[in-house]
């Protein structure tokens, strides 16, 4: 008797005290594309730099309302809408040669692990997938604002574009090396909200 009555109060403390010093629930923010920039920069010719970005992008993520912190992120870009402020350049990066946007259409991003750190910073661990092929890859970011119902995050990373299959190239006669190099840089800043309903 004494022992059930232990487990009974036990069972009523533990659950007084997970819903005042419990984690807080996290709801699911989208993304607000219209402030939101998802860009790549890669180096041209050795010595200029190239800055791109993808104008269709959908994602979603897992967020603390109180704290802002960031517990998932999921996202799909449109490969067409990339956008390097050259007509004929963006053409070139729907082929075959790089993206092959009619048989590969989305890149996608999906976080397997994301550690907290100071002054809010974030490491975010997860998938990219560019024409179907998927690697692990890293992202630093950071917690640019929040108020209630919309936050803001910065974050920047980089690949190998080789390690997708995205291999094209050209030799530079005059000048040795290659057009274009293999690593590229990702800058990314976003806006989310909770969308309404």
Do not use: C
């Not at 100071?118 to 992202?139: C, E, F, H, M, Q």
């Amino acid at each position: 008797m004494k022992k059930s009555l232990f487990l009974f109060w036990a069972t009523i403390s533990f659950a007084y005290f997970a819903g005042t010093i419990g984690v807080h629930a996290a709801s699911r923010y989208q993304l607000d594309a219209v402030h939101s920039t998802v860009g790549f920069a890669v180096k041209h010719m050795l010595f200029s730099t190239v800055r791109g970005k993808f104008n269709d992008v959908r994602a979603t993520a897992e967020i603390d309302e109180q704290t802002g912190s960031l517990s998932s992120v999921n996202a799909e870009i449109s490969v067409a809408s990339v956008d390097t402020d050259n007509a004929k350049r963006d053409g070139h990066l729907r082929s075959d040669d790089f993206f092959n946007a009619e048989r590969y259409p989305t890149i996608t991003f999906e976080s397997t692990s994301i550690a907290p750190g100071a002054n809010g910073n974030y490491r975010v661990d997860g998938i990219l997938t560019i024409r179907d092929v998927s690697k692990p890859i890293t992202l630093e970011g950071k917690l640019l604002g929040k108020m209630p119902g919309r936050v803001a995050f910065e974050a920047a990373g980089q690949i190998n574009r080789q390690d997708f299959n995205v291999t094209w190239n050209k030799a530079l006669q005059s000048a040795g090396g290659l057009m274009v190099s293999d690593e590229v840089g990702l800058n990314i800043e976003v806006a989310l909200y909770v969308p309404e309903g």
